[in-house]
């Protein structure tokens, strides 16, 4: 069964600072990978995916995310944070449920990130 | 407008009440999927589907039911036997195996 694991429920960085959140997974095929942002009470925006190809992906607001296969991480930088950046953010693995009939959609806890002026 | 409504936006509950929450998409669709958010366990997978009158358990079903009956649709009831209801629930669709797209949530508490 897949699973993804965020290192870190919470981060902290200063304004301007780089920003690192990480995510590994573990799938049985290669996955599609995603990364989302959530504001309070809201539901949750897509930042960024990786599905085929190039393993470097951008996203929004200035983020980027690497696939690595080799360490099955797909790690979430920016670098250099706003104040805006301040949400939880989630990522995020699809890939077929254990029947093979459909795609399961697993997220991990999500990391909490804190900007500080 | 496309998108996906969920209503109510807060809802409250009794104990040993059903409750429904509704979750419509007008995005053409075929898959749904119901989560729960709860501080500090990140969503987790209620039910899901891929197509009309098909659904599957995910990793928290026991007290929940849903139904498919048009693809615009996908209703949760949080029945008596979900015996900590209080969470915040997102449902979210997906074409395939792309990007889910999500509704603005349902906060359900307990009084």
């Known amino acids: 069964a897949q699973s993804v694991t965020q290192l870190g429920s919470h981060v902290s960085v200063s304004e301007g600072a780089l920003v690192l959140l990480r995510c590994n997974y573990s799938s049985s095929v290669p996955p599609y990978l995603f990364w989302y942002v959530q504001y309070p009470n809201q539901g949750l925006q897509l930042l960024l995916k990786?599905?085929?190809?190039?393993?470097l992906v951008k996203g929004i607001n200035g983020f980027e995310a690497e696939f690595k296969k080799s360490e099955t991480s797909f790690h979430l930088t920016k670098p250099s944070a706003h104040m805006s950046d301040a949400a939880e953010y989630f990522c995020?693995?699809?890939?077929?449920?254990?029947?093979?009939?459909?795609?399961?959609?697993?997220f991990g806890k999500g990391t909490l990130l804190t900007v500080n002026p | 407008d496309g998108g996906i409504t969920q209503s109510p936006k807060y809802l409250f509950r009794k104990e040993g009440q059903n409750v429904t929450l509704s979750c419509e998409q007008n995005l053409n669709h075929d898959a749904m999927y119901w989560y729960r958010q709860d501080p500090g366990q990140g969503l987790r997978l209620i039910y899901y589907?891929?197509?009309?009158?098909?659904?599957q358990k995910g990793d928290i079903a026991e007290g929940y039911s849903v139904s498919r009956e048009k693809k615009e649709s996908f209703p949760l009831t949080v029945t008596s036997a979900q015996k900590n209801p209080t969470a915040f629930y997102l449902c979210a669709t997906a074409r395939g195996n792309t990007e889910a797209f999500f509704g603005q949530g349902t906060r359900l508490t307990v009084v």
């Open positions: 589907s891929q197509i009309v009158n098909d659904f």
């Open positions: 990786y599905t085929t190809g190039a393993t």
């Open positions: 995020a693995v699809s890939d077929l449920n254990s029947g093979g009939s459909n795609y399961k959609l697993t």
